[in-house]
């Protein structure tokens, strides 16, 4: 079991609040990952980080961003939540050269 | 276009069954190809990771094959139980990135009877 930790499990807000996705990770691993997932759909890669003060937008386009100020720390922050942002959102830490990704439970976000 | 193709969409057994799930993929130039199985409201879990230099690997009751001419993988399943009820889901690296590109398939959706 992966020491990779998500939260909240679960978040039910309305239109236009602002949120942040916790992702917190006890591995000491250099290289995070936040990817947005569908059901029955792919996951797809919105942002990673390479280590502190790194960030980069990934495939999906997201208005959600991200900070990495500390190593075990990746929070998502979405600025102001619409329906279409209803979704999973996984977080995943891997690290050095291994491009074994580690996965937390996930947070599932309805935005009504 | 790399993409990485997995049938069948779903599939449902029964207790003590053996199945076989596919996995075909176009991306290039290859790195190496994962199986994870994702439980229902959980983080995907690796169970596999192959080469292009290997042909079969195994886990357990999970034992995944590699295609590196035809671009297929399969990863079988023996003797099923509930408990691997879950969706399964390939994932292909790409070689020469830094980040190590994923390319995630869609999944196959399994359901274990008893």
């Known amino acids: 079991e992966a020491d990779i930790y998500q939260t909240p499990r679960y978040l039910v807000i309305g239109t236009g609040k602002k949120i942040t996705l916790e992702c917190s990770q006890t591995?000491?691993?250099?290289?995070m990952y936040w990817y947005q997932q569908d059901p029955g759909m792919e996951l797809h890669l919105i942002h990673y980080?390479?280590?502190?003060?790194?960030?980069e937008k990934g495939d999906l386009s997201s208005e959600s961003t991200v900070s990495r100020i500390r190593t075990e720390h990746f929070p998502l922050t979405l600025e102001s939540a619409r329906p279409s942002h209803t979704s999973q959102y996984l977080c995943?830490?891997?690290?050095?050269?291994?491009?074994?990704?580690?996965f937390g439970p996930g947070t599932r976000l309805l935005v009504l | 276009k790399n993409q990485v193709e997995q049938s069948p969409q779903s599939l449902i057994i029964l207790e003590g069954k053996n199945c076989t799930l596919q996995?075909?993929?176009?991306?290039?130039?290859?790195?190496?190809l994962r199986w994870y199985k994702q439980d229902t409201g959980r983080g995907p879990v690796s169970l596999t990771i192959?080469?292009?230099?290997?042909n079969t690997k195994s886990n357990g009751r999970y034992t995944a094959t590699l295609d590196a001419d035809t671009k297929q993988s399969s990863l079988h399943i023996t003797a099923s139980q509930l408990s691997d009820s879950a969706s399964y889901i390939c994932?292909?690296?790409?070689?020469?990135?830094?980040?190590?590109?994923?390319?995630f398939g869609r999944g196959t959706q399994l359901t274990v009877w008893p």
């Open positions: 995943a830490s891997s690290e050095g050269s291994s491009e074994t990704q580690y």
């Open positions: 591995m000491g691993h250099d290289k």
């Open positions: 980080s390479y280590g502190v003060n790194s960030t």
């Open positions: 996995c075909n993929y176009t991306v290039s130039p290859f790195s190496n």
């Open positions: 192959m080469t292009f230099s290997e």
């Open positions: 994932v292909v690296s790409d070689r020469g990135s830094t980040l190590g590109r994923l390319y």
